[in-house]
């Protein structure tokens, strides 16, 4: 099983300012197999990234993923109030799914 | 979208079925995960179903606790765990899974919270 770690566990930021969030997994990953979503306290995730860089429809261009094997990065390029959330990275392989443990980006 | 049944409570060592019933798409043409997130922890993925085929992926902590089933007629999907316990606490996500030239999930139900207490 493929464990996928992410860090920092909290990033604290202020609005405007850009965030990276890493995600590291134990093996490599097919970049089609990658996601990322975002989710706010008392909501559902939200599909932010799939294929490891191609936006969802509706996610702000400020949004952007890359990374490619094992590393692969969320950025987000200016901080809006909004974003501040917890991001989780998720794979796919051999017919199991796995998600990393999330990073919170706070003010 | 993804509507979920409501909040349920049990007793330790019962078993507890939840719906998700989906509408606005071609329910057959989609898979459904199932996902769930503790109190205060993340998520924690827990099994697929094909919609059209029924074919399953279960994660290995779940296996043979949870089974999932679809029915096509009326656009639902549910998820039934047993011999629950008190760490089973969480909130149980449906959400609609692309499994072709890339795998993740695009829309996702509303939650549904249960508990598990004696």
């Known amino acids: 099983e493929i464990v996928l770690t992410q860090s920092p566990g909290t990033l604290s930021l202020s609005p405007g300012e850009r965030a990276t969030l890493s995600c590291r997994a134990s093996q490599s990953v097919r970049s089609n197999y990658l996601a990322w979503y975002q989710q706010k306290p008392g909501q559902a995730p939200r599909l932010l990234i799939y294929g490891a860089s191609n936006r969802a429809t509706g996610i702000p261009d400020r949004f952007s993923g890359s990374g490619s094997g094992t590393d692969f990065t969320l950025t987000i390029s200016r901080l809006e109030p909004e974003d501040f959330a917890v991001y989780y990275c998720q794979q796919y392989d051999s017919s199991l799914w796995t998600f990393g443990q999330g990073t919170k980006v706070e003010i | 979208q993804l509507v979920q049944s409501g909040a349920e409570v049990r007793k330790p060592g019962a078993s507890v079925k939840v719906s998700c019933k989906a509408s606005g798409y071609i329910f057959a043409n989609y898979g459904i995960s199932w996902v769930r997130q503790a109190p205060g922890q993340g998520l924690e993925w827990m099994g697929w179903?094909?919609?059209?085929?029924?074919?399953?992926d279960y994660a290995q902590k779940f296996q043979g606790r949870v089974i999932l089933t679809t029915d096509t007629s009326t656009s639902t999907a549910s998820m039934e765990l047993r011999s629950l316990r008190s760490d089973d606490t969480a909130v149980y996500y449906c959400?609609?899974?692309?499994?072709?030239?890339?795998?993740?999930?695009?829309?996702w139900g509303n939650g549904t919270s249960f508990t598990v207490s004696s």
């Open positions: 179903i094909s919609a059209y085929t029924g074919n399953t």
């Open positions: 959400a609609r899974s692309i499994t072709a030239r890339y795998f993740y999930m695009d829309v």
